[in-house]
């Protein structure tokens, strides 16, 4: 009967957790013009969440992204490259077309600079494969430096999907952190594998490696964001910061905006007023962390008199492509 009993609980927690489970089937891009009430998205996937047809959709004009009910939103399918035209001088077009102007280098492509009002950075932290967990510091550090003046604080994670699935505690965690109030995250894809052979030359490196499968890279990377209930963002950033001009065009192609930085604290680049920094949180480049922890207690005055912000990665690069 103890048995019996027992098996019954297993079965009961089983049942319960794969209805928990958010499940993402038939995803893939769709552009077009969607509506909703009085607002105006650019439609850039379609999927079904738990069998109920849903969009991916970006609000042109501030960058953010939302998940929306099919059925509550009328959709009008048009081409990338004609919607580009159409709706060329939206700050969401303007932004992907400074990105692709600025694809001529080997490293560092897209949009490298924020453009914020006042003193500040965008702080995007990236999140590559590792089997070591989630620098915690990085956020807890940010939290007590900011708490009195700016929350939630803003923050870009650049995440692959090998790093969230195999860090499902760290995750849950960043998400309880945003549910309180105390972050407000902006997910950035970073690929699914993030490949990277320290003996290959960079033409033939990360995503530039030959055979690469763009499509799993890009689409299971948001795909498996959706299951945990993330929001895939219009950013991306390439692995190692490499690319060319071909494949800077093919993420384009997704709507994705390529994010740069001009300030990679563990390579010995300074920040400057509208800096988009650059850190690893994975555990790996403990160097990067510990300047970003300093630049924090340097600018600790400024902060405070709310003279020296972070920036959230939509709006600091919004805002600079304002009509």
Same mark, same amino acid.
């Given at each position: 009967?103890?048995?019996?009993?027992? =098996? *019954?609980?297993?079965?009961?927690?089983?049942?319960?957790?794969?209805?928990?489970?958010?499940?993402?089937?038939? &995803?893939?891009?769709?552009? *077009?013009?969607?509506? #909703?009430?009085?607002?105006?998205?650019?439609?850039?996937?379609? =999927? $079904?969440?738990? *069998?109920?047809?849903?969009?991916?959709?970006?609000?042109?004009?501030?960058?953010?992204?939302?998940?929306?009910?099919?059925?509550?939103?009328?959709?009008?399918?048009?081409?990338?490259?004609? @919607? #580009? %035209?159409?709706?060329?001088?939206?700050?969401?077009?303007?932004?992907?077309?400074?990105?692709?102007?600025?694809?001529?280098?080997? #490293?560092?492509?897209?949009?490298? !600079?924020? &453009?914020?009002?006042?003193?500040?950075?965008?702080?995007?932290?990236?999140?590559?494969?590792?089997?070591?967990?989630?620098?915690?510091?990085?956020?807890?550090?940010? +939290?007590?430096?900011?708490?009195?003046?700016?929350?939630?604080?803003?923050?870009?994670?650049?995440?692959?999907? %090998?790093?969230?699935?195999? !860090?499902?505690?760290?995750?849950?965690?960043?998400?309880?952190?945003?549910?309180?109030?105390?972050?407000?995250?902006?997910?950035?894809? !970073?690929?699914?594998?993030?490949?990277?052979?320290?003996?290959? /030359?960079?033409? $033939?490196?990360?995503?530039?490696?030959?055979?690469?499968?763009?499509?799993? $890279?890009?689409?299971?990377?948001? +795909?498996?964001?959706?299951?945990?209930?993330?929001? /895939?963002?219009?950013?991306?950033?390439?692995?190692?910061?490499?690319?060319?001009?071909?494949?800077?065009? %093919?993420?384009?192609?997704?709507? @994705? +905006?390529?994010?740069?930085?001009?300030?990679?604290?563990? %390579?010995?680049?300074?920040?400057?007023?509208?800096?988009?920094?650059?850190?690893?949180?994975?555990?790996?480049?403990?160097?990067?962390?510990?300047?970003?922890?300093?630049?924090?207690?340097?600018?600790?005055? #400024?902060?405070?008199?709310?003279?020296?912000?972070?920036?959230?990665?939509? $709006?600091?690069?919004?805002?600079?492509?304002?009509?």
């Amino acid at each position: 009967m103890k048995r019996f009993f027992l =098996f *019954g609980a297993f079965i009961f927690l089983l049942i319960k957790t794969t209805e928990s489970q958010t499940n993402i089937t038939h &995803y893939q891009v769709t552009t *077009g013009i969607g509506k #909703q009430a009085s607002n105006q998205f650019i439609v850039l996937r379609s =999927f $079904e969440k738990n *069998g109920i047809p849903m969009y991916l959709a970006a609000d042109p004009q501030t960058l953010e992204t939302q998940v929306i009910p099919a059925k509550n939103m009328s959709f009008q399918a048009i081409k990338w490259s004609d @919607l #580009q %035209k159409m709706d060329a001088n939206l700050p969401y077009f303007k932004a992907l077309n400074s990105a692709s102007m600025q694809a001529k280098s080997l #490293q560092d492509a897209g949009i490298a !600079h924020g &453009y914020p009002a006042e003193k500040g950075i965008t702080l995007t932290v990236d999140l590559c494969p590792s089997t070591k967990p989630l620098d915690h510091s990085i956020f807890t550090s940010l +939290i007590s430096e900011f708490a009195k003046i700016e929350q939630p604080v803003p923050i870009g994670l650049s995440i692959s999907g %090998k790093f969230l699935n195999t !860090h499902a505690a760290d995750i849950q965690w960043l998400k309880k952190l945003e549910t309180a109030g105390q972050i407000r995250i902006t997910w950035i894809n !970073h690929t699914y594998t993030h490949y990277y052979n320290s003996k290959t /030359p960079l033409q $033939e490196n990360f995503l530039l490696k030959p055979g690469t499968d763009l499509n799993y $890279e890009v689409l299971q990377t948001e +795909i498996d964001m959706l299951q945990n209930d993330l929001t /895939p963002s219009v950013f991306f950033r390439f692995p190692g910061l490499v690319s060319d001009n071909s494949i800077v065009d %093919k993420i384009i192609s997704y709507g @994705l +905006i390529p994010t740069g930085s001009d300030a990679w604290l563990a %390579k010995g680049q300074n920040s400057g007023s509208g800096s988009i920094v650059l850190i690893h949180g994975n555990g790996n480049e403990p160097v990067g962390v510990q300047d970003f922890i300093r630049l924090l207690q340097t600018e600790k005055e #400024q902060v405070l008199d709310k003279q020296w912000l972070l920036y959230d990665l939509s $709006e600091s690069i919004g805002d600079e492509f304002e009509k």
